[in-house]
């Protein structure tokens, strides 16, 4: 069965960076995109962009260029968000979500979440 | 960007009843890529519907969307208690991806 696995909760300091990893299994991995949404506290859902795992090209929300990262290890299956110059805004969890097999697909299946804290 | 405004903020009604959601685009969704998921306290969102009115694998009938252009509605016809969530469109047709602000459906 599709599964994405995340890494676990995370708490920064301002102006640091995060890695939030995201493991895909149980189907090819190579062959769907995937998305990074996150969540403020009591907020909606945040798209900030989406990678495909075969070559690794990204499309980033206009908001988060500059300071997102996302890389593919198709050794893995693993997919990571780098977040940089982390503000007390960035606090949120952070979603990984499998696509489809083109970019303008709904995502249909979703990682547990990851919280970041950023707390001086 | 397309900006998605869903109406009501909060709804709340009663077991057995038909619940209808609206979500209102900024401008024409390509290619009716219109989705609509569901979310739970302290859990990921769950596709429920995409393509505007495609139920996705295991969403029972009582789930449906509908629309075209601007104007969608996403309708749960007899309502359970389980069916108590937020709901929230999203367009995935043109970049960024973007959500509504989404709904929240109370069961009395």
């Known amino acids: ?120 | 960007e397309i900006v998605l405004t869903q109406s009501p903020g909060t709804l709340s009604l009663s077991p057995g009843e038909r619940a209808t959601l609206s979500c209102r685009a900024s401008q024409n969704i390509h290619s009716n890529y219109l989705a609509w998921y569901q979310q739970k306290p302290g859990q990921a969102p769950r596709l429920l519907i995409y393509g505007v009115s495609t139920r996705a694998t295991g969403i029972p009938d009582r789930f449906s969307g509908g629309g075209s252009g601007t104007d969608f509605t996403f309708i749960i016809s007899r309502l359970e208690p389980e069916d108590s969530a937020v709901y929230y469109c999203e367009q995935y047709g043109q970049s960024p991806n973007t959500f509504g602000q989404g709904t929240k459906l109370e069961i009395k």
């Open chain 1, 1 to 120: 069965q599709v599964q994405l696995a995340q890494s676990g909760a995370e708490v920064k300091k301002p102006g640091a960076s995060v890695r939030v990893s995201c493991k895909a299994s149980g189907y090819m991995f190579v062959s769907y995109y995937i998305h990074w949404v996150r969540q403020g506290p009591g907020q909606g859902l945040e798209w900030m962009g989406v990678i495909n795992p075969s070559g690794g090209s990204t499309d980033l929300a206009q908001s988060f260029r500059g300071r997102v990262t996302m890389i593919s290890d198709t050794s893995t299956g693993t997919v990571y968000m780098d977040l940089s110059g982390l503000t007390f805004e960035d606090t949120a969890v952070y979603f990984c979500a499998r696509g489809g097999q083109w970019i303008q697909s709904p995502v249909d299946y979703w990682g547990q979440g990851t919280l970041v804290t950023v707390s001086s």
